[in-house]
Protein backbone atom coordinates (compact mmCIF):
# COMPACT_ATOMS: atom_id res chain seq x y z
CA UNK A 1 0.00 0.00 0.00
CA UNK A 2 1.07 3.60 -0.94
CA UNK A 3 1.61 5.57 2.10
CA UNK A 4 -0.58 8.91 2.21
CA UNK A 5 1.70 11.73 1.35
CA UNK A 6 0.76 15.55 1.94
CA UNK A 7 -0.96 17.83 -0.10
CA UNK A 8 -1.90 21.55 -0.26
CA UNK A 9 -5.20 22.39 -1.66
CA UNK A 10 -6.31 25.91 -2.02
CA UNK A 11 -9.41 27.85 -3.06
CA UNK A 12 -9.88 31.20 -4.13
CA UNK A 13 -12.77 33.02 -5.54
CA UNK A 14 -11.72 35.83 -8.63
CA UNK A 15 -13.74 38.35 -10.06
CA UNK A 16 -12.09 37.45 -13.29
CA UNK A 17 -13.38 35.22 -16.29
CA UNK A 18 -11.72 31.72 -16.79
CA UNK A 19 -10.35 33.07 -19.79
CA UNK A 20 -8.49 36.30 -17.98
CA UNK A 21 -7.06 33.62 -15.50
CA UNK A 22 -6.37 31.04 -17.67
CA UNK A 23 -4.20 33.80 -19.75
CA UNK A 24 -2.33 34.85 -16.43
CA UNK A 25 -1.47 31.32 -15.59
CA UNK A 26 -0.09 30.09 -19.06
CA UNK A 27 0.99 33.22 -20.76
CA UNK A 28 4.93 34.03 -20.66
CA UNK A 29 4.15 37.51 -21.12
CA UNK A 30 1.47 37.72 -18.33
CA UNK A 31 3.40 35.27 -15.87
CA UNK A 32 6.56 37.27 -15.91
CA UNK A 33 4.33 40.38 -14.05
CA UNK A 34 3.34 38.68 -11.42
CA UNK A 35 4.41 35.07 -10.56
CA UNK A 36 6.00 34.09 -7.20
CA UNK A 37 5.32 33.92 -3.88
CA UNK A 38 6.14 37.29 -2.55
CA UNK A 39 6.45 40.66 -4.09
CA UNK A 40 10.25 39.79 -5.41
CA UNK A 41 10.43 39.41 -9.48
CA UNK A 42 9.90 37.21 -11.76
CA UNK A 43 13.10 37.24 -14.09
CA UNK A 44 11.53 34.86 -16.60
CA UNK A 45 9.41 32.32 -17.83
CA UNK A 46 9.30 29.70 -20.52
CA UNK A 47 6.65 27.76 -21.19
CA UNK A 48 5.31 25.31 -23.74
CA UNK A 49 1.66 24.86 -22.67
CA UNK A 50 0.83 21.55 -24.11
CA UNK A 51 0.72 18.02 -23.16
CA UNK A 52 3.73 16.68 -22.38
CA UNK A 53 5.63 20.49 -23.02
CA UNK A 54 8.30 22.20 -20.51
CA UNK A 55 8.27 25.62 -18.33
CA UNK A 56 10.60 26.87 -16.65
CA UNK A 57 10.49 29.66 -14.11
CA UNK A 58 12.72 31.68 -12.39
CA UNK A 59 11.96 34.33 -9.62
CA UNK A 60 14.01 35.65 -7.07
CA UNK A 61 12.04 36.37 -3.02
CA UNK A 62 12.05 39.13 -0.98
CA UNK A 63 15.35 37.68 0.72
CA UNK A 64 17.54 37.61 -2.50
CA UNK A 65 17.14 33.96 -3.04
CA UNK A 66 16.49 33.02 -6.84
CA UNK A 67 14.13 29.37 -7.62
CA UNK A 68 13.86 27.76 -10.84
CA UNK A 69 10.81 25.36 -10.94
CA UNK A 70 10.56 23.18 -13.80
CA UNK A 71 8.23 20.82 -14.81
CA UNK A 72 5.91 19.42 -18.02
CA UNK A 73 2.85 20.06 -18.31
CA UNK A 74 0.10 17.05 -17.54
CA UNK A 75 -3.67 17.93 -18.50
CA UNK A 76 -3.85 20.89 -20.43
CA UNK A 77 -7.73 22.00 -20.76
CA UNK A 78 -7.98 25.56 -21.91
CA UNK A 79 -9.71 27.75 -19.53
CA UNK A 80 -10.50 24.78 -17.08
CA UNK A 81 -7.59 22.84 -16.11
CA UNK A 82 -3.73 23.22 -16.20
CA UNK A 83 -1.69 20.30 -14.62
CA UNK A 84 2.08 19.69 -14.46
CA UNK A 85 5.02 18.29 -13.03
CA UNK A 86 7.21 20.72 -10.57
CA UNK A 87 10.84 19.77 -9.73
CA UNK A 88 13.02 22.50 -7.85
CA UNK A 89 16.51 22.22 -8.96
CA UNK A 90 18.90 21.01 -6.00
CA UNK A 91 15.79 20.25 -3.52
CA UNK A 92 15.69 17.04 -2.26
CA UNK A 93 12.06 16.07 -3.01
CA UNK A 94 10.62 14.24 -5.44
CA UNK A 95 8.59 15.37 -8.58
CA UNK A 96 5.25 16.68 -7.24
CA UNK A 97 1.96 17.76 -9.28
CA UNK A 98 0.26 21.11 -9.60
CA UNK A 99 -3.25 21.09 -10.75
CA UNK A 100 -4.72 24.93 -11.48
CA UNK A 101 -8.36 23.83 -11.97
CA UNK A 102 -10.84 26.64 -12.76
CA UNK A 103 -15.08 26.51 -12.38
CA UNK A 104 -17.02 29.63 -13.68
CA UNK A 105 -19.32 30.74 -10.79
CA UNK A 106 -21.94 34.24 -10.99
CA UNK A 107 -19.03 37.10 -11.43
CA UNK A 108 -16.18 35.45 -11.66
CA UNK A 109 -14.21 31.96 -11.53
CA UNK A 110 -13.50 29.77 -8.50
CA UNK A 111 -9.88 28.54 -9.23
CA UNK A 112 -8.76 26.00 -7.09
CA UNK A 113 -4.91 24.85 -7.15
CA UNK A 114 -3.85 21.55 -5.57
CA UNK A 115 0.15 20.64 -4.81
CA UNK A 116 0.26 16.63 -4.49
CA UNK A 117 2.94 13.82 -3.50
CA UNK A 118 4.80 16.64 -1.66
CA UNK A 119 7.35 14.33 0.85
CA UNK A 120 6.78 15.81 4.51
CA UNK A 121 4.93 18.17 6.14
CA UNK A 122 7.77 20.42 6.34
CA UNK A 123 7.64 20.67 2.68
CA UNK A 124 3.46 20.72 2.61
CA UNK A 125 3.54 23.91 4.90
CA UNK A 126 6.61 25.47 2.74
CA UNK A 127 4.95 25.29 -0.45
CA UNK A 128 1.33 26.33 1.27
CA UNK A 129 2.65 29.45 2.25
CA UNK A 130 4.38 29.92 -1.53
CA UNK A 131 1.28 29.10 -3.54
CA UNK A 132 -1.34 31.33 -1.13
CA UNK A 133 1.52 34.06 -1.65
CA UNK A 134 1.13 33.38 -5.29
CA UNK A 135 -2.91 33.47 -5.37
CA UNK A 136 -2.50 36.54 -3.29
CA UNK A 137 -0.97 38.43 -6.29
CA UNK A 138 -3.25 37.31 -8.86
CA UNK A 139 -6.24 39.36 -8.13
CA UNK A 140 -3.97 42.29 -7.91
CA UNK A 141 -2.38 41.36 -11.18
CA UNK A 142 -5.78 40.92 -12.70
CA UNK A 143 -6.62 44.47 -10.91
CA UNK A 144 -10.01 42.99 -9.65
CA UNK A 145 -10.91 41.97 -6.19
CA UNK A 146 -10.90 38.53 -5.12
Known sequence: MTPHLPSVTLVRRIKAT???IWAA????????????PDA??????????????RFSVVFRVLSGQEYNPTGVYQTVVPEKTLAFTWDLPGAAE?????????????????????HERLPDEASRSSHEGGWS???????????VQS
Open 18 to 20: PAR
Open 25 to 36: ISQPDQMLLWWG
Open 40 to 53: GPTLRVDCDVRPGG
Open 94 to 114: PQTLVTFQLEPFEGGTVLTLT
Open 133 to 143: GLLDKLPVFLG
